[in-house]
């Protein structure tokens, strides 16, 4: 969601993704689905508002009631784009989302961080299926800040599972002397079996791989220990500390002074990844008391129950921009305004910028999202035309420009204050 069929991460994505996407109106990804014989293409937030319109189905069945608002967790490393789409999904299904919170913050508030007396720092790892977060939380007085987020959107237990599908593709091939990775049906039962594999693997020595007629009539049973799936995947668990250097470095703050770590998401329960995380922060306890796979949720529940209290202001979290915010310049360079992990609200500030007026449009000031050097590697969130014609002198033009990007800063500041991002 929130992202451009001809961006890098979904073209990356198109070579896992066990469905068909193609390209629609304004090159936004569509994914190809058959729904009751005919076959339909649906926007990623139209199937995100499926499932959000089962779960509230499900929960209005539960509590006899209906359900309108709604608290929605998206990983640190979402961006303004994939937020709204998120929010977007979520009306579709008929909720009005109250507030979009960080995932990690809102595990601390599940486990209880902001009621810890005295200052503390927190660093909270989540590491699900699909993605890799890692935010610093500074607790003090009841108050979450958020110090520095970092984290990887394609790093989690589905790559995981990619390597013993991979593994056991590899070892029909050389018992049947049959290419399974050409049958999709096959290779989704195959994932099915690894998935539950991994998760017997957290708890036990070794699991079992069973299926019958898994492709050409030829039944497939095989057996994973322990050491073999580490030793498959040690690259990317190793891979999964990278975010958490990133996100000290950017608090700019030593291991050392980290006084608790909290492990989020379901893939937190492989043994391997626990260790090296431990041995990170030099043998520290990690805290793991709430199920991994429902912090998050819990802490959203939390955040929403005080939704309607004035309590809320006691538990207010602050906080920061999980990207760079600028424009761009004369030359397509990224001129940042707003760095990364700034603390939000942001005092308003000023830079003067050469900008290279377009021929047809006039003065056009392109503001982009990202780290990238250049800014049309990053997310364009928005384009402003100041000035409607060409005909200016450059002094007048630059001068204009400047005006204008102090005063839509400003308002751009403001929504991220109101919204804590969402506006572009």
């Not at 050409?182 to 020595?205: D, F, G, P, V």
């Not at 959203?300 to 921009?321: I, W």
């Not at 392109?366 to 800014?375: D, K, L, W």
Request: proline share 4%; hydrophobic share 40%.
């Amino acid at each position: 969601m929130g992202r451009r069929f001809s961006d890098a991460s979904v073209q990356d994505g198109l070579k896992l993704w066990p469905f068909k996407v193609v390209p629609g109106r304004g090159d936004k990804p569509m994914v190809a689905a058959s729904y009751k014989g005919k076959q339909k293409l649906l926007a990623a937030e139209e199937v995100a508002s499926m499932l959000l319109s089962k779960m509230k189905a499900e929960a209005e069945a539960y509590i006899g009631g209906p359900v309108k608002n709604a608290v929605v967790t998206v990983p640190a490393s979402f961006d303004v784009l994939q937020r709204r789409a998120t929010k977007h999904a979520c009306a579709v299904a008929g909720l009005d989302v109250l507030g979009v919170l960080h995932g990690p913050a809102a595990a601390a508030v599940a486990f209880g961080i902001h009621e810890i007396a005295g200052d503390k720092n927190v660093l909270v790892f989540d590491l699900g299926g699909g993605h890799t977060s890692v935010s610093l939380l500074a607790v003090a007085s009841g108050k979450i800040a958020v110090r520095a987020t970092a984290g990887d959107p394609h790093l989690g237990g589905e790559d995981f599972n990619g390597r013993m599908v991979e593994h056991f593709v590899a070892q029909f091939k050389a018992e049947h002397k049959k290419d399974v990775g050409r049958n999709a049906r096959a290779i989704l039962r195959l994932r099915a079996a690894c998935e539950q594999a991994k998760r017997t693997l957290s708890s036990a020595s070794w699991a079992a791989i069973e299926r019958e007629r898994l492709h050409d009539g030829a039944d497939f049973y095989s057996t994973i220990t322990r050491d073999q799936f580490d030793e498959l995947n040690l690259d990317l668990f190793c891979k999964c500390l990278d975010p958490i250097k990133k996100c000290l470095t950017g608090a700019k703050m030593d291991r050392s002074s980290v006084d608790d770590v909290v492990l989020v998401g379901g893939s937190t329960r492989i043994p391997r990844v626990r260790r090296l995380i431990q041995d990170l922060f030099d043998g520290k306890e990690l805290r793991k008391d709430i199920s991994p796979d429902e912090a998050a949720a819990c802490g959203a529940a939390t955040m929403a129950s005080l939704g309607s209290d004035d309590s809320l202001v006691d538990l207010f979290l602050f906080d920061a921009t999980p990207h760079s915010l600028g424009v761009a310049a004369a030359g397509g360079a990224m001129a940042v305004m707003i760095p990364k992990n700034t603390p939000i609200p942001v005092m308003a500030r000023e830079n003067t910028i050469s900008i290279q007026p377009n021929h047809k449009k006039g003065i056009v000031i392109s503001i982009f999202e990202g780290e990238r050097p250049q800014a049309s590697e990053n997310t364009l969130l928005c384009e402003i035309e100041p000035s409607g014609g060409s005909q200016q002198s450059k002094a007048r033009s630059e001068a204009l420009c400047v005006c204008v990007l102090q005063h839509r800063c400003r308002r751009r500041l403001d929504g991220l204050c109101e919204g804590q991002g969402e506006r572009a």
